[in-house]
DNA sequence: TTGTATGCGTTATCAA
DNA sequence: TTGATAACGCATACAA
């Protein structure tokens, strides 16, 4: 596998020389200070002449100058960079919260350095330290878990980087998070089969290590309860805490199949996630139990690949994208008021979900009706 | 949609105090050319006393030393930093991708600064532009198809930043690139379908566009000839020319319809990659033509959503991580060449595929079997 | 074997 | 309204 063939082709070799300010100052015939303060339109600017402006700008461009943004840090200590750090990219929840904060951080002109912790606790020490070399204004951090001690708080607080995190929250209100409204996605789900007239309903709940699978679990007993719906404690299973974001799929199908195997009959199967829930579809068409005229599915988060998934997934969203670019509002606004010295407050948001109806549920009075 | 619940809670100041290089020298009783000796591990720490050496360490780990990365770069002109820009992070195709980018950089203690074009070129020169600002070492683009102008290059090379792109050439040969061998690609999974006995195979081909879509042809034309094996022209179309990564979805679906409503019989379907493959199947699931059962379906690419896919998906891998890997690689010794004033090789690499088998195709004697 | 001095490209303070 | 100069943190040539 990837043996490869090798086209070998001409030789490079050059001289890095770019321009400077200096070069700018010495060009258009002021000095650094003045280039400096037009180029950047300081306060100071205010005072220059507009002939003088122009004839800076102009040279600026013509020379092709590109401020250096390390020598820059070394006086004005800003970085124009962010700490971007994945649990583990891997996971297809990640891929539209990075686009969010990719998008909003380029409205700023400030530039993601991309961290992937594959889920190990010393590489994520060990990205935090990268990162806090490379002098990032600020740090997000996206996972669904928890391995980090409080005292990298510390750290950083003593640095003075705001932090957020998305998908989690720290213990304490230490951090400012932004989380999808886990109960009321829950709540979502259930309240969607129960008007579809789905009585018998089968449940596969998170693992307790991650935060959504209490919350969500909450919501759905809340709606149960209020509504009169009894769930089958036979029909309730937790998946296994498990480090590999795709290992939902696996265990979605195991438990449904497992589910199946006890011969209690069910028109719908509530799954943690989008992933657990492709699983499970897998399992049921398996077992000659078609969805959704036979049973339906509902799942949750809404990744990518729901809507490609066949039959094409129902399931509650996330808003990844916009959380993503919250995230990256709250930080920017720590950054800035830590630039104007102001004090400014942490903040932990909960995103409203949104029911996605696709075409893994159906009406319970069609059920069965097909076979 | 996302209103939100916001907890404002409490406050945050304090001061960013990083300890620096001459706080260890003061600490230690040496000078900050000892200590900056010392601790980069100079040729001329050959000649420090190991007692000092030792001192020295120990004082920089006690009071939590890191090295200034922006001061650093200012003498050594070493940022340690790589771009990595995409053309559309919402492409499947470059998760796999970025993880592999990001492994192998992560061994040489590089970071990489993410960049996501969202396919409009002014966006990949503001991004540039930017990259260069932050002046990464090295550049890697993934990309499928080409809006980037040779003079883009220049501007490269005349800073001396090694560049490398995956899945996609230069034309002519100025920078090194890592592609999949398509040929073999097309080859593989015709050579697939022929042993499976299918002869009545219709194909959806990439967008002109692309890169890949012609070889990957002329890599099934090749095989189609050398085995006798006919190629129905009513039973080809091609995917028009589309921004969209996941445009190849809903295109595999139509297509489909379009050759189902030709009435000309197929008992197999090549796809130009995973996500046509998976409209393909959807399209003739709803109109009661099974997978793998009445038809079989291939696609290409393997990327993760296709062992979720129902059914799976038999497809010809890219070896995607590997292809990150090897271009940091590449642009790794372009850099250390550059660090060493050596010449170096710009060289393109083919990667072969490998064909994997899995639940959309079956042998085609046991096609209709079913019905 | 270790210390001093200098400069990398910017910005900010002060002076002119 | 603009210019000279110092300082940011580090690495190196040279001196000791």
Redesign the pocket.
Known sequence: MAAEAVIPVKRQSGKNQ?V???D??QAS?????????V??N?P?A????P???KRIEEVAKKLG????I???F???RRSHSVGVMFFDITDPFCTPVLRGIENALYQSSYVPIFADAHNQKNRFERYLEMLLEHHVEALIVVANWLFVDIHLLADLSKRNITAATIGWEMPGDSVSSVMVDNEAGGRLALEHLHQLGHRKIAFIRGPKMLIDSAPRWKGIQKFAHSSGLEIDPALVLQLPDSFDPNSGFEGGYRFTEELLQKKKRFTALMAFDDLTALGAIRALTRAGVKVPEHCSVVGFDDVPLSSLAAPSLTTVRQPLEAMGNLAVNIVMEGVNAGLEKRDWNISQHKMNPELVIRDSTRAAALTGSDD
């Open positions: 770019a400077t300010m200096r700018v100052a015939g002021f000095s650094p200070a003045t280039v400096s303060i180029l950047n300081a100071l205010r005072y220059i002449a002939t003088t402006k100058y590109r401020p250096n390390m020598a820059r070394l006086r004005s």
